[in-house]
């Protein structure tokens, strides 16, 4: 009587079979991955073939020239981005696949850009960088802060990759702080560095929620109201000044007012009936420098209603009025 | 005016500091204000205040022309040498929570007996400097350094504060240890002209504070705007 195979037994033949075969047919499952920089010229070997074997070379699926070809050998000469793909070559008669390349071609790191900024003075402060040029491959950051001989730890951002955080453990510090950046990739290295004071880089957020609104029965008067910017920490015992500018739409030159406290401000020179565009900035009052310009608000002053005048030559058409120009008496300066 | 002390021996001007430095502890104290009626410490802290404005403003013009004055690498921008020496500096540098937290009295304190210190180092600073222009921009700014803890005083005096006295021994000397180099002289004055700055900042976000809980709650400001056609 058979008997009958373990079905065990016969799961882990097939398996065995299976990968066996694999290696016989796909000599390299993941393809050799090649870094090369722009420019340059390269020569791929087709695996251990030799140099006199009949190959033929494909990138991504496409068949390459034989013109390529030193022998078994694929050259590319002054590789440009375009050369960046998967390169495989085959034995020419049996389609057998030999060797396969995945090229990127790219350029070393130049010196990074980078600078650091308190935009919450005085939690803390963060660092930002980014390449001038573009390497067209992946690359790696190393930030390192010392503040004097102390190291401090930098916290990657959660949402921006070039960017980390640092808190303040002291305040009025006489030690600068020095940040270094070194960046590196498949073909080359790069880093910098920068030094400062704490109260070098404080640079406020710009104020938020700015709204202006004109005043009734003032035609030249626009009030306007924003707020501190959400992510300073502490207006009370470090206090912001702002920087107010206004012009109407119609003209190029601003007008600007600095306000040493307060969230609010009266414009009362307002042309007559112009429509005005006004921005504020925003500044500790003693360190650091201006935040950029919020965003714009728009608001035209205050003006009468036109009056309605009818004369008895004309009776009034239904729905229809006539209307004099309807300019209120006032002086207009413009 | 402070009795002068006769011109130092080379090598001797720190010894001399200890004298001068009594001196400058017995200000003549101010007689506190008459309370009734008057508008209370407010003015006198925000005269305080645009005193430490003005005084950085000058101190900077000033530190530029010594630190070139000094030389390389003093009067280079990226200078970063580690804190040695100068331990009897007064430092401004303090933990956040502590500075938040400190009282009245202890913020005033800390100022005054911090520019009394930095008073008596310029002084000798000054002794020492080279040329003629140096020793007037110094001697102009020790001026208004003094008037600045002359402002202090009247701020404690006005709330009520004594002025510190110095303890035996705990006056402000700086004598330089026995091999004591040119070089690391220089590095004394770059670390005085340092602290005085970041002590500058700091007074000015000290005196701000103060101005702050001295003054009456501010008004909500309210926009009335009527609903007039709107």
Known sequence: MAVPVPWACCAVLAAAAAVVYAQRHSPHETPHVQYERLGSDVTLPCGTANWDAAVTWRVNGTDLAPDLLNGSQLVLRGLELGHSGLYACFHRDSWHLRHQVLLNVGLPPREPVLSCRSNTYPKGFYCSWHLPTPTYIPNTFNVTVLHGSKIMVCEKDPALKNRCHIRYMHLFSTVKYKVSISVSNALGHNATAITFDEFTIVKPDPPENVVARPVPSNPRRLEVTWQTPSTWPDPESFPLKFFLRYRPLILDQWQHVELSDGTAHTITDAYAGKEYIIQVAAKDNEIGTWSDWSVAAHATPWTEEPRHLTTEAQAPDHGQHHKLPGTPAYHEDL | ?230
């Open chain 2, 1 to 230: 005016m402070l009795p002068a002390a006769g011109e130092p021996a080379a090598g001797d001007s720190w010894g001399m500091l200890a004298c001068l430095c009594t001196v400058l502890w017995h200000l003549p104290a101010v007689p506190a204000l008459n309370r009734t009626g008057d508008p209370g410490p407010g003015p006198s802290i925000q005269k305080t205040y645009d005193l430490t404005r003005y005084l950085e403003h000058q101190l900077r013009s000033l530190a530029g022309t010594y630190l070139n004055y000094l030389g390389p690498p003093f009067n280079e921008p990226d200078f970063n040498p580690p804190r040695l020496g100068a331990e009897t500096l007064p430092r401004a540098t303090v933990d956040l929570e502590v500075w938040r937290s400190l009282n009245d009295r202890l913020r005033l304190t800390q100022n005054y007996e911090a520019y009394s210190h930095l008073l008596c180092y310029l002084r000798g600073l000054n002794r020492q400097a080279a040329t003629a222009e140096l020793r007037r921009s110094l001697a102009h700014f020790c001026t208004s350094l003094q008037g600045l803890l002359g402002s202090i005083a009247g701020v404690m005096a006005a709330l009520g504060y004594p002025l510190p006295q110095p303890l035996p021994g705990t006056e402000p000397t700086w004598t330089p240890g026995p091999a004591h180099s040119d070089f690391l002289q220089k590095m004394d004055d770059f670390w005085l002209l340092k602290e005085l700055q970041t002590w500058l900042w700091r007074s000015a976000k000290d005196f701000n504070r103060l101005k702050k809980k001295m003054q009456p709650p501010a008004a909500a400001v309210t926009l009335h705007l009527e609903a007039h056609g709107f």
